[in-house]
């Protein structure tokens, strides 16, 4: 009963949060329903293409969810219930909410442009080139993270023999399945997007074919994988996001994420059933204490749990994501809200939905047993929930769910690594490379801008680099951080209300760089004993460049907050 009183608790405040705290928000900033979005006055076909609210619901929530809402909130789960409990609601309602809202906001009032354009406004240009490297810097740990989640998902292995059976396979292994289907939905994706871009066709018969496909992909692919080494899906997946990241978002970003993010709904409305059977048959026993202490093998609670549980609370890639392509397709203000606010607080429930899974086999989890990863974790506590016969096929069509929406956020955050990539060089007279002269025009060449940081990101990627995850998790909540340092900063310059955005600031700043700090003290003294190894080396060299860029650019923001509050006195 323990585990459903939960997830009512977060369900109730998250709606209140919602109603409430959002509603509040989008009157201070002036939303406004009749303002032309981008996406309308911007219209280019490629990247500004308005979507139906639902569709960029689905390409938003997917987008931002990946893996993240999963892992986070069961790793730290090590730390109790309760304390990530109340960081995921508290931070989902009052940090990521607010960051993700005010990003998309923002970048919708600068022609959808990123939140290097939003600096820059009232910052300075200097400030958007510091911000933009450091943006590119967190994209490769995003780009070379999931290269090798989604390698490591889709490989198949050798036998005991060291042989592979290579190609179309029946009797599937689980990562050959995954890798069927997921090569199914980009087919699907295609077919969507020319039945409602160009055939005509209406969002519901469209989506109801759409669903249709994805029931046929998994029938499939339980019957028949698609066997490839680890090596070379990791080629695959580079030359698929190079290509996803250039065409038109309605060929392939828009339907993917919008048919993807059913698998999510669905995968949540199973996890809530599973919590409703085990509170009134007792089928499990939710294990996880209230509390464990303050300091636990991930680390003391500040600020360790604060950068754990990342985008199950707060995290920058959503802002990315925001100002990088979810700005870009938006057809209304009024619907910023929904998708900006909205989704952050589904993500969050998604957490409490992790935090509860871990909890029904946290012993097995801790110990070490039956469970590889936090997505074993997640899978096999909402299986154990039901009965032996349901629990197979439900632990498979979870797994196959968090390695879709793995590969959802690489094609974003390639994406969005070429807007941001190109936004380096261009000066303020230039619209794209094309105005642009001399290397400048090579550099801000979307192809050129899009295989640099895949090449980069496969690369380290393909090293299956364990040290990436560990400053992936500082890197991405240091750019909320400063992220909502931004937003703050354009809002008072707009001299509207951005008080609520100071204490979640600063909050961010402290957390991280204090993380960023201890990393750096710990690969010090590796080094000094003698006792690194590469990764080690690697993880210095950026801990070290993003602190010294995120202390600039906190400095230039205290320096222009200041000047505000002068100009306001």
Request: glycine share 12%; net charge positive.
């Given at each position: ?37 981008p ?10 293409v308005a979507?139906?609210p ?13 893996a ?22 508290l ?15 923002a970048s919708?009032r ?22 933009i ?7 490769i ?21 060291g042989n ?8 599937p292994?689980?990562?050959?399945t ?50 490839l080494?680890?090596?070379?899906w ?13 065409i ?17 709904y ?64 938006l ?15 589904i993500?969050s ?33 909402i299986?154990?929930?039901f ?21 959802t ?8 690594s ?10 303020d ?6 105005d ?9 060449h979307?192809?050129?801008g899009t295989?640099?940081m ?9 090293l ?37 955005f ?8 402290c ?13 010090f ?10 990764g ?7 801990a ?10 906190v400095?230039q923001?205290i ?5 505000q509050s002068?100009?306001?006195?």
């Open positions: 009963m323990t585990a459903l009183l939960i997830i009512i608790a977060a369900i109730i405040l998250l709606v209140v949060g919602y109603v409430t705290y959002g509603s509040w928000l989008a009157k201070q900033w002036g939303v406004d329903p009749t303002k032309e979005t996406a309308k006055t911007m219209e280019d076909g490629v990247d500004y979507a139906p639902a569709v960029l619901m689905g390409h938003h929530f997917s987008s931002i969810a990946g993240g809402p999963i892992n986070g909130p069961i790793q730290a789960a090590v730390f109790g219930w309760l304390p990530v409990f109340l960081w995921c609601i931070g989902g309602i009052f940090f990521g909410g607010l960051q993700d809202y005010g990003s998309l906001f919708v600068h022609g959808g442009k990123s939140v290097g354009e939003i600096i820059k406004d009232s910052m300075g240009d200097r400030a958007k080139k510091l911000f490297i450091f943006a590119l810097l967190v994209l740990l995003v780009i070379a993270s999931f290269v090798n989640v989604v390698a490591g998902t889709f490989m198949t292995k050798p036998d005991d023999a592979m059976v290579l190609g179309f396979v029946t009797n292994t689980g990562n050959q995954t890798a069927m289907i997921s090569a199914c939905f980009i087919l699907l994706a295609i077919l969507y997007g020319i039945l409602t871009n160009r055939v005509g066709m209406k969002t519901v018969p469209a989506t109801l074919i759409g669903i249709a496909g994805i029931v046929l992909s998994i029938i499939l692919g339980m019957n028949v994988g698609l066997a080494s680890r090596t070379a990791i080629i695959i997946i580079g030359a698929y996001i190079t290509v996803a990241s250039l038109p978002v309605w060929i392939m970003l828009q339907p993917r994420d919008y048919l993807s993010s059913f698998l999510l669905a995968m949540m409305g199973v996890a809530f059933v599973g919590i409703l059977v085990s509170a009134f048959t007792g089928s499990t026993t939710f294990q996880l204490p209230a509390f464990t202490g303050w300091t636990t093998k991930v680390g003391t609670l500040f600020p360790a749990l604060f950068i754990t549980v990342a985008c199950g609370a707060c995290s920058g890639f959503h802002s990315l994501i925001s100002t990088g392509t979810s700005s870009k397709q057809d209304n203000e009024k619907n910023a809200k929904a998708i900006g606010y909205g989704s952050m607080l993500e429930a998604l957490g409490i939905i992790s935090l509860i899974a871990v909890g029904m086999v946290f012993s097995d989890y801790v110990a070490g047993e039956r469970f590889g990863s936090p997505s074993a974790a997640f899978a096999g506590g299986a154990a929930m009965s032996q016969d349901e629990s197979g096929a439900i632990y498979a069509l979870l797994t196959l769910a968090v390695s879709v929406f793995a590969l956020s690489l094609d974003t955050g390639t994406r969005l070429r807007f941001m990539f190109g936004e380096l060089f261009l000066k007279n230039e619209a794209t490379y094309k642009a002269t001399g290397i400048r025009k090579l550099l801000a979307p192809l050129f295989t640099f895949v090449v980069v990101g496969c690369v380290l990627g393909g299956s680099l364990s040290q990436i995850w560990g400053l992936f998790g500082a890197a991405n909540q240091l750019l909320a951080g400063i992220a909502l340092m931004a937003v703050a900063a354009w809002l008072g310059q707009q001299q509207k209300n951005n008080k609520m100071f204490f979640p600031m600063a909050f961010m700043l957390a991280t760089l204090t993380s960023l700090v201890l990393t750096i003290i710990k690969k003294a590796a080094i000094g004993a003698g006792e690194a190894m590469w080690d080396y690697f993880q210095l060299i950026f070290l460049a993003m602190a010294v860029l995120a202390v600039i650019l400095i923001g320096q222009t907050f200041g000047k002068k100009k306001a006195a």
